[in-house]
């Protein structure tokens, strides 16, 4: 096996095969190699999350977020009609179920607007004439959401990558990395690799190899585990848009929505619950060096005593399927107990400082030869392409 190459990417999750397809269209001559532990790519984060595009409501204007979604979003779009793969421009409506939540409703949609999106405002009864099954006291519809199919992405991109030249290897757990001068060598559990630069893009295992490429980072990877749950075939029609409440605007999490997916399902969820292992798609799941590796974290602590109210009640929601199901029943009455099947949970990434606060946009760090994606949580699926433009011009400009 070919073991030198120009670069080498590590991840390959949707953002780490965007980052090798950007490479190979600016420099189509060089020797690039992914790297993935797991046996098939897009098997964490981008094979685990609600697959919806998002447009862009929520973000700063001016942050990574607010720019990289809406160019992320055309250019999700366009590769998946370019390449057959299933994907639909539902909308979206943030629903308000009491007054209070007005005010900040009417902020998302200024912000809507500022991130350049045609945000429309409903009030009870064009919210019933538009999803007979919701009930609230307004809403804000944003056009330009929709949803994709990330898994059969991530599986594309790797087949381009291959077919244009580039080496693929599953299989690969990382566990040392030299920087020098004149490379960088990646050392695992296949073999050892040398490339002449180095893209990180490890999601949560992001820290870690940060760490591990001696980076002085002041940040540490936690996990929020996502509950969902799936709605019977019957309920299939229920809701046509991607439904979802007022968001907590102290929190990067959304609360829990309905989500219609491309294989003509609805999701209801997700919580956001500290999980007990990083990688483990189930509820409950327990890894003890994950479980050690929070606790001796200070951020984690300071992160809970910040927010004891939210952190209570994701908890609740994650013991109790009744109460979870009351959250979706505020804008959704007609769902009932019955309806709440069992669906796969995801893990988010979120990186969080030694202060406890919460890094809420991307962050991206460089060395003379590598750039490690240390925070890159909800919305990188939909941004993939954009922050995979960004880590290609800054390792080539190094």
């Known amino acids: 096996m070919q073991t030198e190459f120009d670069a080498i990417v590590v991840g390959a999750g949707i953002v780490g095969l965007a980052t090798a397809r950007r490479l190979q269209a600016l420099r189509p001559h060089w020797r690039l190699a992914v790297l993935d532990k797991e046996p098939a790519v897009g098997a964490h984060q981008s094979g685990h999350n609600s697959g919806v595009i998002h447009a862009g409501v929520y973000y700063p204007p001016g942050s990574l977020k607010a720019a990289f979604c809406r160019r992320g979003a055309a250019a999700t779009l366009r590769f998946c009609a370019d390449h057959g793969i299933a994907h639909r421009q539902c909308g979206k409506l943030i629903v308000a179920t009491e007054r209070s939540e007005l005010t900040r409703l009417r902020a998302l949609a200024e912000r809507a607007a500022a991130n350049g999106l045609r945000g429309q405002m409903l009030d009870a009864a064009a919210i019933a004439e538009r999803e007979p099954s919701v009930r609230g006291v307004g809403a804000l519809y ?25 080496t693929l290897i599953c299989g690969a757990t990382v566990d040392g990395i030299d920087e020098r001068s004149d490379g960088v060598s990646v050392e695992s559990t296949l073999g050892t690799w040398r490339g002449g630069r180095l893209v990180v893009c490890a999601g949560l295992q992001a820290d870690r190899l940060a760490r591990l490429a001696g980076l002085a980072i002041d940040f540490a990877i936690l996990p929020f585990r996502g509950d969902y749950y799936r709605l019977p075939a019957a309920r299939g029609r229920l809701v046509s848009t991607l439904i979802y409440p007022v968001p907590d605007p102290r929190l990067p999490f959304l609360g829990v929505h309905l989500t219609v997916t491309t294989a003509g399902a609805i999701t209801v969820g997700p919580t956001a619950m500290l999980a007990l292992a990083r990688e483990a798609y189930r509820k409950w799941g327990f890894d003890w060096r994950d479980c050690v590796t929070l606790a001796g974290y200070p951020g984690t602590w300071r992160l809970l005593s910040r927010f004891p109210r939210a952190g209570a009640l994701e908890f609740l929601h994650a013991v109790s399927r009744r109460l979870y199901l009351r959250a979706a029943q505020r804008y959704c009455p007609q769902l009932d107990i019955a309806d709440l099947a069992d669906h796969e949970c995801g893990i988010r990434a979120q990186a969080v400082n030694r202060r406890g606060e919460l890094i809420n946009d991307f962050l991206i760090e460089q060395t003379p030869r590598s750039v490690h994606v ?25």
Do not use: H, Q
Request: negative net charge.
């Open 142 to 166: 944003v056009p330009e959401t929709g949803i994709a199919d990330y898994p059969a992405m991530c599986a594309k991109l790797a087949e381009l990558f291959v077919a244009a030249g580039g």
């Open 374 to 398: 240390c925070n890159a949580p909800s919305p990188a699926a939909t941004a993939a392409f954009p922050i995979a433009e960004t880590i290609a011009e800054r390792l080539l400009a190094s």
